[in-house]
């Protein structure tokens, strides 16, 4: 039976990050959005680094969601379970759907409104500007630029990074992680490499590695990788469309393998490529299009695909350098430094969402 005229396909997105939040933006004017997020704003979350030493920074990289889709119905609660035609929230809310999109990337639990997560970088803050003395754990890219962003702008202080793989930055080619290992020896950082550090033997501010070596530090960050936020999949009519690493497979469409109407986007899913920022982006793009296709009734074969993209990565080290890998070629110093990390992409991702920079 076709549609009354006039009336809009429903369209329930669940995750509120970086694919979530522009497919929602994408969508608003051609459907019935409604966005199921754990907290009440998104958040650009490789900007985190910098509102740590710079809590003002903050105020744009934490947007509430009514702020850049304020027609959308904002349900703040997690997701729980999935069946052919609804959702299931936390707060026992049942939500019916037209389409489907996943995008609940890696978990993240963190403060549910805009002024606690404000609070909470202005505490952080506070803990990196009292101490003398600060450890990292974690190797990957928010350790390596949470490192660089506490010695371009407190430079007085000790910081020592402890990794637990044999080098930085893993997930790039191995010359640029020596470039980030170098750029962060030429800073005073201490980087000790093939430990792990026991949290749990903390005392009197010295921690002990794996190694047996014993670290002095008035505060600590934790900086590994965050799981991917599927979990609560594994219950659902979706689960036999999670692969062996609990990642959501799609089709070249980004629709979820066995599911016509519903759409995997962002880090949460199979697709093999490196997970970054912008790519997540590209993918609610791509999913955006092929909805809004699906809702006017085009073809099956009419649908875009989505490639794959070819590695590219940057990772700001200060406000002014950054270690970049384009293909295989890697850079480090003040050109790539020009392209991410003056504003980190905040002005960009803002006007994106149809917001001023």
């Given at each position: 039976?076709?549609d009354?005229?006039?009336?809009?396909?429903?369209?329930?997105?669940?995750?509120?990050g970086?694919?979530?939040?522009?497919?929602?933006?994408?969508?608003?004017?051609?459907?019935?959005?409604?966005?199921?997020?754990?907290?009440?704003y998104?958040?650009?979350?490789?900007?985190?680094v910098?509102?740590?030493?710079?809590?003002?920074?903050?105020?744009?990289?934490?947007?509430?969601?009514?702020e850049?889709?304020?027609?959308?119905?904002i349900?703040?609660?997690?997701?729980?379970?999935?069946?052919?035609?609804?959702?299931?929230?936390?707060?026992?809310?049942?939500?019916?759907?037209?389409?489907?999109?996943?995008?609940?990337?890696?978990?993240?639990?963190?403060?549910?409104?805009?002024?606690e997560?404000?609070?909470?970088?202005?505490a952080?803050?506070?803990?990196?500007?009292?101490?003398?003395?600060?450890?990292?754990?974690?190797?990957?890219?928010?350790?390596?630029?949470?490192?660089?962003?506490?010695?371009?702008?407190?430079?007085?202080?000790?910081?020592?990074?402890v990794?637990?793989?044999s080098?930085?930055?893993?997930f790039i080619?191995?010359?640029?992680?020596?470039?980030a290992?170098?750029?962060?020896?030429?800073?005073?950082?201490?980087?000790?490499?093939?430990?792990?550090?026991?949290?749990?033997?903390?005392?009197?501010?010295?921690?002990?590695?794996?190694g047996?070596?014993?670290?002095?530090?008035?505060?600590?960050?934790?900086?590994?990788?965050?799981p991917?936020?599927?979990?609560?999949?594994?219950?659902?009519?979706?689960?036999d469309?999670?692969d062996?690493?609990?990642?959501?497979?799609?089709?070249?469409?980004l629709?979820?393998?066995?599911?016509?109407?519903?759409?995997?986007?962002?880090?949460?899913?199979?697709?093999?490529?490196?997970?970054?920022?912008?790519?997540?982006?590209?993918?609610?793009?791509?999913?955006?299009?092929?909805?809004?296709?699906?809702?006017?009734?085009?073809?099956?074969?009419?649908?875009?695909?989505?490639?794959?993209?070819?590695?590219?990565?940057?990772?700001s080290?200060?406000?002014?350098?950054?270690?970049?890998?384009?293909?295989?070629?890697?850079?480090?110093?003040?050109?790539?430094?020009l392209?991410?990390?003056?504003?980190?992409?905040?002005?960009?991702?803002?006007?994106?969402?149809g917001?001023?920079?």
């Amino acid at each position: 039976m076709d549609d009354p005229i006039g009336v809009k396909k429903r369209v329930v997105v669940v995750g509120g990050g970086i694919a979530g939040s522009l497919i929602a933006k994408t969508l608003l004017n051609d459907a019935d959005v409604f966005l199921i997020d754990l907290k009440e704003y998104f958040e650009i979350s490789w900007a985190s680094v910098r509102s740590m030493v710079e809590p003002s920074f903050a105020q744009r990289s934490v947007i509430n969601h009514l702020e850049y889709i304020p027609s959308a119905h904002i349900i703040a609660s997690a997701a729980t379970d999935i069946t052919e035609n609804e959702v299931l929230t936390a707060q026992g809310r049942l939500i019916a759907y037209d389409y489907l999109v996943i995008a609940t990337g890696h978990g993240d639990a963190g403060p549910c409104s805009k002024d606690e997560k404000l609070s909470y970088y202005q505490a952080e803050h506070d803990k990196i500007r009292s101490a003398n003395s600060i450890l990292i754990v974690g190797g990957g890219p928010t350790g390596v630029e949470l490192a660089a962003e506490i010695v371009v702008d407190f430079p007085g202080k000790k910081v020592t990074l402890v990794h637990r793989g044999s080098r930085l930055l893993e997930f790039i080619g191995e010359k640029a992680g020596k470039m980030a290992h170098d750029w962060l020896i030429s800073k005073k950082v201490e980087v000790i490499l093939g430990q792990s550090v026991d949290l749990n033997s903390w005392s009197d501010d010295v921690y002990k590695t794996s190694g047996g070596e014993t670290i002095k530090a008035d505060c600590h960050f934790i900086c590994t990788g965050k799981p991917i936020g599927s979990s609560w999949l594994k219950e659902t009519v979706l689960k036999d469309s999670l692969d062996s690493r609990g990642r959501l497979m799609v089709d070249a469409n980004l629709r979820v393998k066995g599911h016509k109407n519903v759409f995997g986007i962002g880090d949460i899913t199979d697709i093999p490529e490196l997970k970054q920022g912008y790519l997540a982006q590209k993918h609610a793009l791509v999913a955006a299009k092929n909805l809004n296709m699906l809702m006017k009734g085009s073809e099956e074969n009419a649908l875009v695909n989505y490639k794959p993209a070819s590695p590219m990565a940057i990772v700001s080290l200060g406000r002014r350098d950054a270690v970049a890998q384009i293909r295989c070629l890697p850079i480090v110093g003040r050109i790539p430094g020009l392209i991410k990390s003056g504003d980190l992409f905040v002005g960009k991702t803002r006007k994106q969402l149809g917001l001023k920079s």
